[in-house]
């Protein structure tokens, strides 16, 4: 079965410093990666997403995603983060024909 | 484009209650799904379906029923709820085609149970 671990519980970050958030999954096979960000109080909203190509993913809001396959690892990276970038980040993998598996979550608190 | 739909978005019900939470996509999506999202332990999948007249079960299916009767609405029932039940609840919903698709959420629904 897939898994998804996230390596941080909670990252507190001021205004300006980089991020990388840590994910990693457990798939011998073929997988599509997301990241998934949910503001306080509001819904999962797509991030970026790698399905083939490019290891390197840019998504929204200057958020960046690096596929190494050797390694199960899909962390998400800002070169500089901004207090509206406070918010919790999931993590997640499906396989072709699977269901999407979520990592627990990093909640990023960025101070200003 | 209203994209998921879900209702009510907050609810308070007692032990042994029954209730539905709807959700409803406009997207023409063949796959949708349930979670529950609990703190520290991310989604978690209730059940999901690929289409009208099938329904699965996720990793955490005890205590929820569900049926997809049209590939717009796929409601979620707690048959008697247990305070274990309170959560927050996000219905999700993807296209099948090519196997690559993104699940878009709904905006969640609030449980508690008392």
């Known amino acids: 079965a897939q898994s998804v671990s996230q390596h941080n519980h909670h990252v507190i970050l001021s205004e300006a410093a980089s991020l990388e958030l840590g994910c990693n999954y457990s798939?011998?096979?073929?997988?599509?990666l997301f990241w998934y960000v949910q503001y306080p109080g509001q819904h999962l909203q797509l991030l970026l997403k790698y399905f083939s190509g490019d290891p390197l993913v840019k998504g929204i809001k200057g958020f960046e995603a690096e596929f190494i396959k050797s390694k199960f690892s899909f962390n998400l990276r800002k070169p500089s983060v901004q207090w509206s970038d406070t918010a919790e980040y999931f993590c997640?993998?499906?396989?072709?024909?699977?269901?999407?598996?979520f990592g627990p979550g990093t909640r990023l608190s960025v101070l200003p | 484009n209203a994209g998921v739909t879900q209702t009510p978005k907050f609810q308070v019900l007692k032990t042994g209650q029954s209730m539905t939470l709807q959700c409803a996509q406009d997207m023409n999506h063949e796959y949708m799904s349930w979670y529950r999202q609990d703190p520290g332990m991310g989604l978690r999948l209730i059940h999901y379906s690929v289409g009208a007249g099938i329904t699965d079960q996720g990793e955490v299916p005890n205590g929820y029923n569900v049926s997809r009767s049209t590939t717009e609405d796929f409601p979620l029932r707690l048959l008697s709820a247990a305070p274990s039940q309170t959560s927050v609840y996000f219905c999700a919903s993807s296209s099948l085609a090519g196997g690559t698709g993104e699940l878009f959420f709904g905006e969640g629904s609030r449980l508690t149970v008392l």
């Open positions: 997640a993998v499906n396989a072709w024909g699977q269901n999407f598996v």
């Open positions: 798939y011998g096979g073929t997988v599509n």
